[in-house]
């Protein structure tokens, strides 16, 4: 095992390796951000005072003619003209991130055999025109995992706290208590923004590296 390696290995499973046959090393980049779904829905204490007003300043700004959509079927090209127009906003330095995220999302919507019921795809219309969207999958555990969310946030500030929000509240009512955001990849301003939401614990992995034994 001389020289092999092996990248995102859950905590879980590195708790159980016997010491002093492996090196160790965190993969802080790919820590799971886990919320609590009922904190998130409330926004409430000081710690999310800045979110409450995001929220409602995009609610004040939007209603009455903002509306929630759950779609049974994925709605494909909405969505992603949605995702190149918010994609369009950011600097350049995550292009790369975000060319793959809409490789990821277009083979979403290309699963033949997708099981919509362990899904929830919500979006947010204001005035008919869809200024955000939101793809949680129902997992076991009380415990949903966020695959895809993405918000207008230029034109409509506060929608990325409204969208959260609405998901949550939408898994609550479904019996789940937890929302996995998965990681923050390096990248310092989607470390910063998940960070922000409060998560509740992270599911930590780590890189491990075979020892090499010979002569002990």
Not at 130 to 157: D, R, W
């Amino acid at each position: 095992l001389e020289n092999q390696s092996l990248g995102l290995v859950p905590e879980v499973v590195v708790k159980c390796i016997k010491n002093g046959t492996v090196k160790i090393i965190e993969e802080k980049n790919h820590a799971d951000y886990v919320y609590d779904l009922e904190e998130i829905h409330r926004y409430q204490g000081r710690r999310y005072r800045t979110k409450r007003k995001l929220f409602n300043r995009f609610v004040n700004r939007s209603s009455p003619s903002v509306s929630i959509m759950e779609f049974n079927r994925p709605n494909r090209d909405r969505i992603l003209d949605l995702f190149d127009g918010w994609a369009s906003q950011k600097n350049n330095e995550s292009n790369i991130f975000h060319r793959n995220e809409r490789l990821a999302l277009e083979r979403f919507f290309e699963i033949d055999n997708l099981d919509v019921n362990n899904f929830v795809i919500l979006g947010v219309e204001v005035s008919s025109l869809l200024v955000g969207f939101s793809i949680a999958e129902k997992l076991k555990n009380h415990y949903t995992l966020l695959h895809f969310e993405k918000g207008m946030t230029s034109q409509f500030p506060g929608i990325g706290a409204y969208l959260f929000n609405v998901m949550s509240k939408y898994l609550l009512n479904a019996g789940y208590r937890y929302i996995n955001l998965e990681e923050d990849l390096g990248l310092d301003g989607l470390r910063a923004n998940k960070v922000s939401y409060r998560p509740c614990l992270y599911f930590k992995k780590y890189g491990i590296m075979a020892l090499d034994l010979k002569g002990q």
